[in-house]
């Protein structure tokens, strides 16, 4: 069965590609099973892919488990805010504009 977070990931990954080229490859790299790693010594792509499998991960779990029975707009709302609040927490390495650009592509991706 295919994960619904890895493909949200995936998507996400080819929609943010302009931000790091090499971050389709390296999220698919993670969704077939190499090792995650917080710091940057494995190269920023890896390491925006992690962010990236997380937020979708986090996101789509959090959608399947509180915000499926709500309405769209307030959904959307809560799902930002809280993959907002999530990013902040993990201390992103991203410019503040491109982590925001991040969670709306997400978000965005688990809304269909």
């Known amino acids: 069965m295919i994960e619904p977070s ?6 996400a990954a080819e929609r943010l590609a302009g931000m790091d080229t090499g971050l389709p490859m390296a999220t698919e790299r993670l969704l077939q099973g190499a090792p995650r ?5 494995a190269g920023t792509s890896l390491a925006f892919a992690s962010l990236l499998v997380s937020l979708a991960q986090f996101g789509w779990q959090l ?6 029975q709500k309405a769209k707009p307030e959904v959307r709302e809560v ?15 991203l410019p503040a504009a491109q982590l925001d650009q ?3 592509v997400v978000a965005e991706e688990i809304l269909g």
Do not use: K, P
Request: no cysteine.
């Open 6 to 11: 890895n493909e949200i990931a995936r998507r």
């Open 37 to 41: 790693r917080r710091s940057l010594d």
């Open 63 to 68: 959608y399947q488990d509180q915000l499926r």
């Open 79 to 93: 799902l930002v805010r809280t993959l907002r609040v999530r990013v902040e927490e993990s201390g992103g390495f």
């Open 102 to 104: 991040v969670v709306e």
